[in-house]
């Protein structure tokens, strides 16, 4: 994170960190599509409402405590309580930047929101909708604030000068072993490893793909906070990486299968964004490039090895976001550049003191995420069920939890009005129903 | 010769091949169809018009078999079927007059047992 020494407000600045923030937000969207598409069709709704519920529940905890515990004075571990329901958060700028600081505010607030939702993929298809949602006002206090603080908020990782430029701490590692923990915590589908469940659309997933990169130009883009040189190199970063690990997923799925997949594709994408998403703004075009070309090769060893064990990390959240995190935190430690980003260099422009610095980022957050996730679900778990019974999994989500189908035909719908005291009047065709 | 034809619920349909597999009943061909047969409507809701819809999905197996097939068929498909409750389908078995395989133009029981069976 690059804290300019101005702290008159931009206006070019902040112009530009309004539309990161709504870009960044309409990945939340682009996500459920690409979820919704991955899953069989009985579940499409319920799988995007787990998005679009990340978005009402994380933003209130973010602006009651979230914020506050993330980004409110440099305790080590968490911050204070200082901007507790938003107090003393207005027009004036955040000490350091050049925009509002509810603009800062609201642009971190959608961050915390995607993670939250990245997280749902793991635990899509049986998983209870009102328990999640209980998971997901707690994770977003307990885990999503506390990583924020110590990658951006000032906590110990970003005082030992920790570099992750849009969050490959928070929000990409953070998500991934969080997804891992609550995979094993709520258990694996009725079906899975005796069926073949398969994306019922995958047009969806290649859309939500592209609304993805689109967004995550203002995720990263905007992560500079402002029109300034880390903000721009990210941005360009954003396409070339994404760019070069499609390439190379094209690459591994002709040699596996001897065929380019479109569902590889659109997973790809969103691998060459979270690898690029902590060094966007420390490294040049080049390893941009580079790191997408390579950086690819772990996650899709993951993604083709995890469908072999028990683990039914459902839409492979831990490859595509928490393994690519981990590498592209890394990588800064190796191809940092001071000549782009004015901070640090990495090992290969001799300093190996960045490299340490990230490789304890890489250890202490999938070790704190996973822990405090696993330990959060089970706790759920005590209260409630997390899943319903088999039935209701082979029903779907969709009927059982919102009453509602992705495809209804509308054949055979009578209209129950409220004035039949909500009984359907009896088909001519069934007057022995009930009989 | 017997066409066995039943009428089961989507989200048994994949018990149901199962079963049919485990029989040793190769040869089926499955369609989605909608209709009633006496359970309890689905009431949805959308934008505050709830609706009870009456038919439902369900999935239609049709399997050719030979008479000594007959039984274990209905037995498989009633095993993978089955919940107990309300709407779990029906089997039909009709007579069939006259089978034949396309590629080779065998016809009748050697048309309806599969190749290398």
Known sequence: MIAQAATEIDTGDTAWMLTSTALVLFMTIGLGLFYAGLVRSKNTLNTYMMCVASIAVATITWALVGYSLAFDGTGDLIGGLGHFALQDVGFEPREGLTIPHLVFFVFQATFCIITIALISGAVVERMRFGPFLVFAALWTIIVYSVLAHWGFGGGWLFERGTLDFAGGIAVEMGSGFSALAAALAVGARKDYGRLGLLPHNTVYVLLGGGILWFGWFGFNGGSGFGTNEASVLAFANTLLCPAAAVATWFALDAIRGRRVTAVGAATAIIVGCVLITPAGGFVSPGWALALGALGALPCYAVIVYRPRTGVDETLDVLAAHGVAGFTGILAIGFVAQASWNGVSDGLFYGNAAQLGDQALAALATPVYAFVATYVLLRVIGLVTDLRGVDRDEAVGMDFIHHGEEAYPTGEGAILVSPEDGGEPPTPVAQPARGA | MKL?????????????????????????????VQGHGGELDK???????????????????????????????????????????????????????????????????????????
């Open chain 2, 4 to 32: 066995v034809i039943g009428i089961v619920r989507p989200e048994k349909a994949n018990d149901v091949l199962e079963a049919l597999y485990r029989a040793e009943v190769r040869g089926i061909s499955m369609s989605k």
């Open chain 2, 43 to 117: 009431v949805e809701t959308y934008r505050g018009s709830t609706v009870a819809v009456e038919v439902s999905d369900k999935v239609r197996f049709e399997i050719a078999v030979t008479d000594p097939f007959v039984e274990p068929t209905i037995a498989a498909i009633r095993e993978g079927a089955r919940t107990g409750e309300v709407g779990d389908g029906k089997i039909f078995v009709t007579p069939l007059e006259r089978a034949v395989r396309i590629r080779t133009g065998e016809t009748d029981e050697t048309a309806v047992t599969p190749v290398g069976a």
